[in-house]
């Protein structure tokens, strides 16, 4: 490069860029930086390409590129230069800055709380087994219907739907599209004003917790039961109360008699995945009319029915408005948008969206509307389908898998989701089970973490969403090696 | 339509679908309702491309598309048929549900609260003179580079990257992005640990009243001020304690001597758009460091300068880590993709990112790649060139208009922002002069409503990023008629 050309560095050999694209990103990040001068041009197509060790085309492009763009000009025998306009435009160099010392006191202290925070390894995905729960199986997500919305709702037309400031609305399609497709399968009729979009069913809870929490001291919660509901309530400033479970689910009768709201998990209880019967959702609902209290409902893993048919929400037996209805988009599109949503009294409504929009206004629009589209194509339902044919065929095999080779253990009999609850005798300890298959390579979800009070060892959960059914019966294999060792 | 086929409606005359989209739309929800049988045939292509009154071609087109997605099977010479796959995979057809009476009481009652919601009417864009806060130009937005940032990110190699649940982490690409393209122009370095993406700024004032107020009774404010800081801080739980302002910024003498966290808006005062002077900056420093207070600085429209240099960040003078800086990618990208972040002690950031996966998770994963490759391929600082290049315009060209038309009021002198503030005589009532506007197609936002206490009617604001340039003389005229029936 001539001794006058700015310099920069190689390409680096692991960018998920195009070569032409790595060059505009250097290029770019040096005008930002203030460390291309104005006044000289650039290195030409030969001397960039020399040193990049790309070819001539390769930089032309990227130049052609940045001149599009408005960050370059190209002067006729002189080369190529920063654009002027940029030059007058851009920031002040801040010169002065100082440097914290990355070793500075925090000037506050904060005392520690009692949020459980999610503990799997950030880097999963690189076990064999790993039988957690809440992660997806990348392979069953329709990229191609995905990438055809997003193709449609970023057209010039639809622009202004997806760019404006939304203030505290959501976007009509989509609300449109979960009555539809959605909450009429759960046998809930919904108007507009009775639906709120939230940013993931933890949005949800946390927004609950956050209007009843001036109303009410306290929420009774089933024990074991979803930590994320725990930390939100808790958060909101809420006190919880412990109700036990069993085979039909909640026991109604331990509900104490002054609570004024209950959190559910009806459909699959979080985490024993026990559906809750018949008889026990008209008991609760009984209770709730007679004692006059509210119930959060989590319709969690609905869809995940691979026995029997799936139960009517506790929301479509009720006739008193007691019910709040939440529901989540995670599983049955991917925990990466981000999506869930609220059904309850308007009057419920109307206060959480004025608190949703103290916190945070309103999930992005661009992904609310990418999703009316998925709905509206009926990529949705195609892909529930598919998605509840894989995991049918799954849950078979884990099932299996563990019957034959965990029978030392007891297994809570369940009919969906996406996970099994397995409990050892008395003495059993799951975290001592937890730590020594993580380096075998199998990663499991340990019980205690999933109760209030009585922190109970002898149970964990195995979920089989990402584990190949390929690889279930020697990862379960490997567990009961594990199992047997501390028995 | 033969008499055994199943019946469809006619498509609807505004729908923003292609026609075989609308179709594909029709049959998959009639499946999603289980109004079609799955023993009878569809009508065929011929039949329904008369009912529709469309082609053949497209009707065949749909049924295609239904075909490949698993929804319908063709039989030869049967015709199409619903796939029986999914017909045993269905949800139950619920038909017990109950339908809730809309006049239902709500079984709770809230306390009404003081959080002041936001009032622009919601088709503000049918208005001509839309001299309202918060909106960006759409045409401004360089749709085909996002869409091209969409379509590599969309990419099936990167499909994990955002389908997967990050849990508590962030975009590593966006946070490199943003500490070397933006937070470096704001002269501030901080590493990964001292960074939390959040889902706008509104979130990020939100999630640090709720680490806050556990430590903090209240907060000083400049008043007037952010009503939207108020909000956050106030449902957090705190109390505000208000703090004047001048043509220098935040009056430091007039912080309460107990406060002990104070927020305050420096580049560009909110709603007045004032720049806090250099003195002033490190007066406050020092008063921090002095009181022992921490600062949260919402470094609003910093980008937007047009007379003068931006100004250095208060975090970028700051040796003390006392100063939590707030950004936020609204304004130079857009607000339908809410995305914000705080820079802060690693401590505090530690706190937020508990918090905010309480609240959330984390923001859509999605929106994060996408706008860290905006930012990569250099579109961003492209883009934002082109915003300031274009406000600068727009500045002078309103700063004109109101000079010429608005000089029997008090106009604050500013150097950038998107908005001007103004102050009639001591009998004026901007809350009148916004009702009278309103039915002449000019709309305005009133001073008084970012006021905490002492509410001052006198001034109003007028926002221009949504107001073309050719538009601006005649909007400001309409203004100037009607403050002199008001004077």
Redesign the interface.
Known sequence: MASNSPRFSQLPPDS??SLR?QI??I???A???SSLSYDRPLPSCRELALHLKVSRNTVFAAYSR?ID???LVSRDRSGYFV?P??AQ????K?T???????D?????Q??T?E?V??V?P?DW?EYPFPFIY???D?DL?P?D???EC???V?G?????N????????DSKELVQQLR??LL????????EAEILI???S??AL?ILG???S??FKSVAMEDPGFF?AR??FR?A?MNMDSVPIDEEGIIVDAIPNDCKLIFTTPSHQFPTMVTMSQTRREDLLNAASAN?F?IIEDDYEA?M?YVT????SLR???????VIYIGSL?KTV?????LGFIVA????IK?AR??R???????????QEIVARFF????Y??HL??I??RY?KRWYAMNHAISKNLNMLSQTATVGGTSFWLTGPDSFDSSLLKERLKPRGVLIDRGQDYYLHKKDKRSFRLGFAYVPIANMEAGVKIIAEEVNRLL
Chains 1, 2 share one sequence.
């Open positions: 998920k860029l694209d505009c990103e290029i770019s990040t005008i930002t930086s940045l763009m408005g960050l654009n306009e940029v435009l851009s920031n002040a801040i002065q800055s100082k440097k914290l010392n990355p500075t006191c925090c000037p506050v904060f005392q709380n949020l925070p999610i799997n950030l995905q809440n992660q997806i990348p997500f990229v219907g995905w990438r997003t193709r449609q970023l010039r037309k639809q622009l202004t997806w760019t404006n400031d939304a203030v505290e609305s539809q497709r009429n399968t759960r046998g809930i009729y919904a108007d939230t940013l993931g933890q949005n946390f956050s209007i009843f001036s109303l994320g930390n939100a958060m400033g006059d509210i869809e029915n048919q799936t139960s009517p479509s037996l009720d006739d008193s408005g007691r995670s991917s925990p990466g948008i981000r009294h308007r009057d419920i206060q004025i608190a929009g103290v916190m945070m206004r309103h999930p992005p629009t661009i992904v509206q194509l009926g990529h339902d195609a389908r598919n509840e044919r049918t």
